[in-house]
């Protein structure tokens, strides 16, 4: 780690405001780099020194993971730490493995080299042999080989390893990246904030972040270069700045404006109980986004009763085998029981791939391009076993709560059609087993591929609803990846060709008269609340922190303008103008209501 970048004090640095809030806190750098170890040869009469080394190491990592372990287990109580306690069990396991230490002490002996060079020598061997597996279980296990071996490697080579566990009390996570499960752990007692190198506004590293409440500004590009371990930062996470050593008049701008924010929170959760309708009476259900089930009380804190994206590949977080049917049932169920009776939620099928999860990794790792892989309801029709076990799961547990279907990288009928062809299988199979379920269950697809939004009018003749992912469907209609920081200025909810398909889909919807909703994160962003109103949808679902803004947009405005809004921005042939106009538009009307910027 460099200790020794010189900026000037209250330097700032831009990025993404991934994440809504202002933080006032100390940098602390997490190096998650690799290590490039040096590979020497050895003498014969240093490789019983050289083999003690090694066990030593081997030692030491072991005593390290218990310790976290253990202390995980404390912090977070046995319940939540269960999933992290199954990895923790499995690296342990590996540290004690023939394959790992037995062959590594050979190569040292045989191929006379030190410990780190037969580390990697022997864990590439070891890789390599599990990548080659035809069962995607085996697959997965490379990538705990990886993360055993590195730790090691770190003991060797005494190099520090910063770990997410070890933070401290109100710290600044700068990192060059953070997975989806790395900012999952995050605990928000601990870190205020986070600043990271890579990411965009809609990867699933800024999503959580939202979940979580924690302020969050990602693809700053240099962050890690421009900022030192200890550095005093502050994070705005609605501009999208870092203040790097502020001086004391910005420190006490910034103060300020937190004061102010966190007033402006505590004011909108008034409209709490109140509904999010116009005041010429057109009502939007406002539902929450979730990827755990325990977030429904957040969920429910802001305002909202209903689901309308549970993310649930989620499951998959940290953990190297699938979910049982039976661990799918108790995890729709405990959602749908911790919900209102009248509440629905939508349960969106694995949409494993792309930016999601490390165990994934499994099924696109020879993919280069992940986002246009084997993912979603892609994977799941390939994978049956997979589907059929999430499909009986949600099934039974519709018995205790109103649930829907939700599909995601729908792209034709097809797919629609084997989808519900295993899904009426399914039913069949209970039926037969004498179990429980809502036969009348909605199935209902993403509209998130192009050729999904094209089609719509025919999707909408057998779908039971549309849901609109703006995420992908921005991200492939404009040819951006979503997760990477040099495109993120091509993100554009406004340009001409969105709002065009998003006119087309709704309307295809409403012709059909089934519901259409944008499940996205555009429907958390206020700048965006009076286009979507104006295009006139049924539902708007985001996460937990942005509905109540969006709920007070709603209430503070009527569909006739929104409507007039949407028509003059239909007329407009460029992004820009339309980012201009509606920029314009909203800060006139909700001068002081922190808008994200454009
Ligand atoms: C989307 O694509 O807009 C969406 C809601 O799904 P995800 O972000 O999980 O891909
Ligand atoms: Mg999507």
Redesign the pocket.
Known sequence: MNNHKSHTPGCMVSGVGASPGIAIGRAFLLDRGKLKPRGEKISSDQVGAEKERFLAAVASARQELEEIKERTLKERGKETSGQHNYIFDVHLLMMKDKMLVDDTLTLIKEKKINAEWALSLNSEKIINFFKKMEDAYLRERQSDVAHVSERILRHLTKSDYDSIDKISRGVIIVAHDLSPADTLQLNPQKVSAFVTDLGGR?S?TA?VARSLEIPAVVGTEYATEKINGGDRLVVDGIEGKIIVNPSREQLEAYQEKKRQYNLFQAHLLLNRDLPAETSDGFRVSLAG?IETPEETESIMAHGATNIG?Y?T?FLFLNRQTLPTEEEHFLTYQKVTRSLPPDSTTTI?TF?LG?D?IAASAAFHEDSINPALGLR?IRLCLNRPDIFVTQIRGILRASHYGKLKIML??ISGLKELRQARTIIDASKRELEREGVPFDEKIPVGI?I?VPSAAIISDQLAQEADFF?????????YTLALD?SNEHVSYLYEPLHPAILRLLNQIITNAREAQIPVS?????AGEPLYTLVLLGLGLDKL?MNAISIPHIKQIIRQSTFVEARLMLEEALQMNTAFEVEGYIAREMNRRFPETFLMKI
């Not at 849901?467 to 991200?475: F, H, R, Y």
Request: hydrophobic share 30%; net charge negative.
């Open positions: 809609t699933h999503i986004n994206l993310r590949e969106r949409d792309a999601k979603g995601p990288m993403m998130e849901s609109i992912g703006t995420n992908d469907l921005i991200q979503r944008v499940c996205g994160e555009m679902s």
